[in-house]
């Protein structure tokens, strides 16, 4: 039995009722009530836009229902209330506008209703009836494709009788074509559900303070109950709603047929017993459709999932259903044009009205973006005003439906893939993102899907292509390339066998192909190179065998190849004999037989234009001057051995000079030179007639004077002239030789 909260709420009931509080709790009330309201005015006070109505009925109480106005915290300031106690306070009467601290009176229902008796055999098994049922119901069509109200569920078994058998109900049912039924119904659908589940019904086993849950909450919902939408009017000291507490404002939704006739039918009751009462509060003007419905086609081609068209494309289309249910007249909708884009610049100009003609259910308006150079992107709004308010000349038109649509620059295509670079026979996956309903092509193999994986054997460009099929031909094509670079295999080429001596450093030429990549050399072990990484290397080391290991590698993918060398290491051939010894004195001009003996293969004597075959290691060169000879043995390993040779020079004693010559042309003694002198530096050889004029100069070693005046260049006179001649010998040595010497005609 219910007995704590009602006998205090009873004691306030009393003295209410003696006029003790009457004035004053009259005087603090914020909200008004009207009741014994009929049944089409409950309905013309929910009804909204988009919605007609008819057939309505009250199976109600007078005082139970009632249309209400003022300030709350209901959160809805103008509606209609159906309860299963009073609706206004009046009297000794306690409705829905008063205090907290009092408690809503019987109103007196009119008993029970059968679809509240299947919702409560269904979700309360333990129910003992229903009493006081108050049920509004109507007939509507609506204009668009949804329907929705806002409305407040409250009562005073709150928050004390929550999760038990007093768990009064109500219902918001929608019955018509394409409704799907749930609950305990077949043909009929509780649209009054606890917000984000499928099913669950608002009630007060499903939405309360959550201080006493079991079963009787959790077996209709297991998440039950939802505290987050419950409010506690005792705990807030509430004076303007009489409800312990209430929940938050809902919506209830559903899905519709345009055109077509539903039942609507708002019921509740007290549950087991007939205390405590609970009341639904339903929102004016919130029962609507939306009268406008819009299909929205986007012209593709942009990265966007938003309704777009691309400069030049095909365009994207808003389709708007016509806001009445007669098509036998044409119908006109006003638009209002916004957005960044301008109207007839950056798209064909859009008028600001849209004709759907009789017959016909759909107007379309085209939003056809221009070819133009690039903006970056911008949009337009397409807002459709109410139809209702143009009709009437309305001072201020709402918009119902605003539509967004989008213009790019270009369609898009990207490539996701960063550039890469691998080794050959090396697949890559190259990913390019692309527009919706675009067709592309690869070039140069067509690969038919936006990610491929070729096999890369050399670096080449990969160029991807997207247009848009049908599309007018200012829709222009966009391309992308990729750049796949392939590393090749080094082609190492390095003696892998080689001999060389100890006592050289010995280069070891490495070369790469192809020769225009900076390689990373590795060479292993380093011991008695120069350096362990680079490509040509220098090696110097004792007598042995080495093994190394080169390995070239690309310097981005890291192709490498490896190589092994082989190096030994062996002492060099020395000459064995060299001849003559070296400070051996030769007369001048005699023959010296040169002789250098060793196990070389090449031999090479120096200075080389000194020999008329350099290479023989047997030579003869003439003794002309004291000099330096060296010889360079090279034997089989490319080893090398210097010997040097020094002669010395024995010149002849001093020339005898004629003192006559005959300058006739005879063939004998017919010019006057100093004789031995082809191994000596002339530095003055001149010839003075008797007046000391000068007939002859020379500094030429194998010159002489043949009688001519080398001024007149006649022949001089028969007579004695004198001569002074200065040479430099090979040791440096200067000598001037002067006399007489007769010219005889």
């Known amino acids: ?7 205090f709420k009873a004691l306030g009931a009393t003295l209410l009722t003696i006029g003790a509080l009457t004035l004053g709790e009259r005087a603090s009330a914020q909200l008004t009530v009207m009741d014994n309201q009929t049944a089409q005015d409950l309905v013309n006070t929910v009804v909204g836009p988009g919605v007609t109505t008819m057939n309505a009925t009250l199976n109600c109480s007078g005082s139970a229902s009632g249309i209400f106005w003022g300030t709350s915290n209901l959160g809805i300031d ?8 009073y609706a206004n306070t009046s009297g000794g009467a306690v409705g829905l506008n008063g205090p907290a601290s009092m408690s809503v009176g019987l109103g007196g229902g009119a008993g029970t209703d059968p679809d509240l008796v299947s919702m409560a055999n269904f979700y309360n098994p333990s129910n003992s009836g229903i009493y006081n049922a108050c049920v509004l119901e109507f007939d509507f069509v609506p204009k668009g494709d949804t329907v929705k109200f806002d409305y407040v569920f409250a009562s005073e078994e709150y928050n004390t009788y929550a999760c038990t058998q007093f768990t009064d109900f109500f219902a918001l049912l929608i019955s018509g074509p394409g409704i799907t039924p749930n609950g305990p119904f077949t043909n009929k659908r509780n649209v009054a559900l606890v917000p984000g589940t499928a099913s669950t019904p608002v009630m007060i086993n499903t939405v309360n303070a959550g201080n006493n849950v079991n079963t009787y909450c959790t077996s209709i919902d297991p998440a039950a109950p939802y505290t987050a939408y419950y409010v506690n009017n005792v705990n807030l000291g509430g004076t303007t709603v009489t409800y312990n507490g209430f929940t938050t404002v809902f919506t209830a939704e559903a899905a519709v047929i345009p055109c077509e006739t539903y039942h609507l ?10 205390g405590f009462q609970s009341a639904v509060m339903i929102k004016a003007g919130s029962l609507v459709s939306t009268n406008v419905q819009s299909a929205q086609i986007s012209g593709e081609g942009g990265n966007s999932d938003k309704v777009h068209t691309v400069r030049g494309c095909k365009p994207a289309q808003l389709l708007y259903q016509r806001a009445d249910c007669d098509t036998m007249f044409p119908f006109t909708f006003h638009l209002e044009i916004g957005g960044d884009a301008v109207n007839g610049v950056d798209y064909e100009f859009i008028a600001d009205t849209l004709l759907v003609p009789a017959g016909t259910s759909m107007g379309v308006v085209n939003i056809k973006a221009l070819h133009a150079p690039p903006t970056g992107p911008r949009f337009v709004t397409i807002g459709i005003k109410h139809p209702d308010s143009v009709l009437v000349g309305a001072p201020i038109v709402p918009i119902i439906q605003r539509d967004t649509v989008y213009i790019y620059d270009s369609l898009y295509l990207d490539i996701l893939t960063p550039p890469t670079t691998v080794c050959p026979n090396t697949p890559i996956t190259i990913e390019a993102v692309a527009g919706d309903g675009l067709d592309h092509s690869w070039n140069p193999v067509n690969y038919t899907g936006l990610t491929i994986t070729p096999n890369m054997i050399t670096s080449r460009p990969f160029t991807i292509t997207v247009s848009q099929p049908d599309a007018p031909p200012t829709c222009m ?4 390339t990729y750049w796949a670079t392939v590393e090749q295999y080094p082609d190492i080429s390095v003696p892998k066998d080689t001999v060389i001596c100890v006592a050289d450093t010995v280069a070891i030429p490495v070369s790469v192909f192809p020769d225009s990549v900076d390689y990373v050399y590795q060479w292993t072990p380093a011991t008695y190179m120069r350096a362990g990484n680079i490509g040509t290397n220098f090696f110097k080391a004792p007598p042995g065998d080495y093994y190394y290991s080169l390995k070239v590698s690309t310097p981005v993918a890291n192709c490498s190849r490896s190589e092994n060398v082989h190096i030994q290491a062996v002492l060099p051939e020395r000459f064995q004999t060299v001849l003559p010894a070296s400070g051996t004195a030769f007369n001048y001009n005699e023959e010296v037989n040169l002789m250098a003996q060793g196990n ?4 090479t004597w120096f200075p080389t234009e000194l020999f008329v075959d350099p290479y023989l290691n047997v030579n003869k060169i003439r003794a002309r001057e004291q000099r ?4 360079v043995g090279i034997d089989k390993y490319g080893c090398r051995d210097t010997a040097y040779v020094n002669i010395d020079i024995v010149y002849p004693p001093n020339p005898i000079i004629p003192n006559a010559f005959t300058p006739n042309n005879d063939g004998r003694n017919d010019v006057f030179r100093i004789p031995g002198n082809e191994f000596n530096k002339v530095l003055r050889f001149e010839v003075y007639d008797r007046w000391g004029r000068r007939v002859f100069h020379s500094f030429d070693r194998n010159a002489g004077w043949d009688g001519t005046d080398e001024k007149t260049g006649k022949a001089c006179e028969q007579g004695v002239y004198q001569y002074i001649f200065t040479a430099e010998m ?9 006399g007489d010497v007769s010219l005889i005609r």
Do not use: C, H, W
């Open 78 to 85: 103008t509606g209609i209330v159906l309860g299963t106690g």
């Open 265 to 274: 039918k708002f019921a509740i009751s007290n549950v087991s017993d007939q």
């Open 600 to 603: 070389f293969v090449f031999y």
């Open 628 to 631: 330096d000879f060296f010889v």
């Open 1 to 7: 039995m219910k007995y704590n909260k009602r006998i």
């Open 730 to 738: 090979p040791n440096k040595e200067v000598k001037t030789y002067k």
């Open 477 to 480: 094509p966009v391309s992308r």
